[in-house]
């Protein structure tokens, strides 16, 4: 073997290991671009449905979880406060739900898959502030002597009764979003999809 063939030699390999460490170059550069294009776990979070057991939710309280970055508010509402919607209707700016603030299986007199138990977008349809639960009733409430329970936005003073409906006069120009929701079982509910409610 002569001295051309060894030195072909000593090239050959001088290419191959030079194509080998430009191709773990590339490779190592592409993988965080590639990887920057993918969503990331927190924004796939943010849009997916989310889980909610609400077997120890008690008559009268409520619990607040996060979809698609928003406060969504679970009520296990009472008799009382179910019965006092009916007392208000003519209080309320959008009593049947007529504007699409909610999913059809939703536009009924309690926004409700079932009575009892209310799911709702915790943020006020007027600039976006999240309203403050006022449950109690009467003056005990602060917002009126003659309160029947609901929500009070601190911002610019918009009220909603406990379907999340706002009352004639306020600044919110809507009821409060009901988001898509289906029963899992009775005591689980996934917000952010829906079977037509079932």
């Not at 943010?46 to 009268?60: F, H, R, T």
């Not at 079932?114 to 003056?139: D, N, Q, R, W, Y």
């Amino acid at each position: 073997m002569g001295t051309d063939d060894q030195m072909d030699c000593g090239r050959r390999r001088l290419l191959v290991a030079t194509a080998a460490a430009g191709g773990v170059a590339t490779a190592a550069a592409v993988v965080p671009f590639v990887a920057s294009m993918m969503p990331s776990e927190r924004a796939r979070a943010a849009g997916a449905p989310v889980e909610v057991d609400i077997s120890k939710l008690n008559p009268g309280e409520m619990m607040t979880v996060e979809w698609r970055g928003k406060p969504v508010w679970v009520i296990h509402r009472t008799k009382d406060m179910l019965d006092s919607l009916r007392k208000i209707d003519g209080e309320v700016s959008d009593p049947q739900s007529d504007r699409p603030m909610q999913p059809e299986y939703a536009k009924n007199e309690f926004r409700s898959v079932k009575p009892e138990i209310m799911v709702v977008v915790g943020i006020c349809t007027h600039l976006g502030c999240s309203p403050t639960e006022k449950f109690k009733t009467g003056a005990e409430s602060g917002v009126a002597t003659d309160w029947p329970g609901g929500f009070f936005c601190p911002c610019h003073g918009s009220t909603f009764d406990l379907a999340g409906r706002v009352y004639k006069g306020k600044p919110a120009p809507d009821n409060l979003e009901v988001p898509p929701h289906k029963y899992l079982a009775d005591t689980k509910i996934l917000i952010g999809e829906d079977s037509k409610g079932a």
